[in-house]
């Protein structure tokens, strides 16, 4: 960075000397291969889901997860009390993360795909599903979208992924996959 003024205010017209252009130009090129690998690794590397994401005030939230609960509840999980519901498949799906549980239990079919809405009702925490690859950040007033199709069956965990105070590393939760 210049201390002093340029003596020539028109710098930008001054030619560009060769290994800087050639850096420029290796700069450029770099940047639009790790821009396409972006698009590619989404497609390809299947480290990225599709989701969408669309504001929501966390009653309003609440209310669709209690919805879901009341109509689709098929039992409660051992003495915790905690309800398992199995909704239709295709349909939309809630999970309420909040100081410090993950609510209800869901309960999928394999091959089926649903709309798994993600939000928290206080502040911010982590969808982490034990033992895939998948972790994904829930923030309160936002409703996040996930699209997925569950395709093996088993018991799978969910672990509170950022850190949300004394109680985070019991914050647990469960989803359920089994055959039709
Ligand atoms: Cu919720 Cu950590």
Not at 69 to 95: F, M, N, Q, W
Request: glycine share 8%.
């Amino acid at each position: 960075m210049a201390v002093q003024s340029p003596e020539n205010k028109l710098w930008w017209n001054e030619p560009i000397g060769r290994a800087e252009m050639a850096w420029i130009t290796i700069a450029f090129l770099w940047g639009l291969i790790m821009f396409g690998a972006m698009i590619y690794w989404h497609i390809e590397g299947e480290q990225n889901l599709s989701n969408e994401a669309y504001r929501i005030k966390p009653e309003v939230f609440a209310a669709k997860a209690e919805d879901m609960v009341a109509k689709y509840t098929v039992r409660d999980e051992g003495d915790t009390g905690i309800p398992v519901v199995h909704p239709p498949p295709g349909s939309d799906v809630y999970l309420i993360s909040r100081l410090w549980e993950w609510w209800p239990i869901l309960e999928l079919e394999k091959d089926q795909s649903y709309r798994l809405h993600l939000s928290s009702m206080d502040w911010q925490h982590g969808f982490s599903l034990q033992p895939t690859n998948i972790n994904i950040q829930v923030h309160p007033n936002y409703d996040l979208v996930l699209t997925m199709t569950p395709n093996e069956t088993g018991e799978f965990g969910i672990v509170c992924n950022e850190f949300c105070g004394v109680g985070h590393h019991t914050m647990l939760g469960k989803i359920y996959v089994v055959d039709k």
